[in-house]
């Protein structure tokens, strides 16, 4: 599977961003997806994870409350709804996916993921 992601941008604290991750190839339902994000000098970390189902959603404590991520099969794309931005969230989002048969979701290290988008810029300012 391929996964193109978009929707970054510079957004006043405070204000909401969606991210969509479009998902080309076959076997759109066998997949896991996940949300990462990576800030300057930092490492890569969990965000938001989808099952293949949608019906098991989790999230980074920091981000519950705010952030929403869902799933479209007609369009094969995940979204990550992004509201209350913080500065701190400021990062480079990725988008990753896992073919699995499981109901609930990969464990929360990129490890775990096998493809990768290639990446959204959102730049949160204070």
């Known amino acids: 599977v391929q996964l193109q992601a978009s929707g970054g941008g510079l957004v006043q604290a405070g204000g909401s961003l969606r991210l969509s991750c479009v998902a080309s190839?076959?076997?759109?339902?066998?997949?896991?997806f996940g949300w990462f994000r990576q800030a300057p000098g930092k490492g890569r970390e969990f965000v938001a994870s989808i099952s293949r189902s949608g019906s098991v959603i989790e999230y980074k404590d920091s981000v519950k409350g705010r952030f929403t991520c869902s799933r479209d099969s007609a369009k094969k794309t995940v979204y990550l709804q992004m509201n209350d931005l913080k500065a701190e969230d400021t990062a480079v989002y990725y988008c990753?996916?896992?073919?699995?048969?499981?109901?609930?979701?990969?464990?929360?290290?990129?490890?775990?993921?096998?493809?990768w988008g290639q990446g959204t810029l959102v730049t949160v300012s204070s």
């Open positions: 190839g076959p076997s759109y339902s066998r997949y896991a």
């Open positions: 990753a996916a896992k073919q699995t048969i499981l109901t609930v979701n990969p464990s929360p290290e990129p490890a775990n993921y096998d493809y």
